[in-house]
């Protein structure tokens, strides 16, 4: 299983918590703040927090993480390499 990591999408930091499934807890500013699951190529969709169950509108931020989600999961010795040069 995937180790937790960190990604940047602009000035934001998320840490991502992989759960299975293409299944991510994602933190924000060290809070919880939303689950995802890829559900096509190029969609993801947010659990609703309260009922658990995968709500079906677009949402970009979203996406944008879950784009760069699939970036590390394709290269993670290149994000592991770059914080050890920091």
Do not use: R
């Not at 759960?19 to 991510?24: F, S, V």
Request: hydrophobic fraction near 35%; glycine fraction near 4%.
């Amino acid at each position: 299983m995937i180790q937790p990591f960190d990604i940047e999408i602009g000035d934001i930091n998320y840490a991502v918590f992989p759960e299975g499934n293409d299944t991510y807890v994602i933190f924000k500013d060290g809070k919880e703040y939303v689950q995802i699951q890829k559900d096509t190529a190029e969609q993801w969709l947010k659990f609703d927090k309260e009922t658990a169950l995968p709500l079906f509108d677009y949402d970009e931020e979203i996406n944008q993480i879950g784009k760069q989600i699939e970036a590390y999961i394709a290269n993670p010795e290149e994000e592991e390499e770059d914080e050890d040069l920091d």
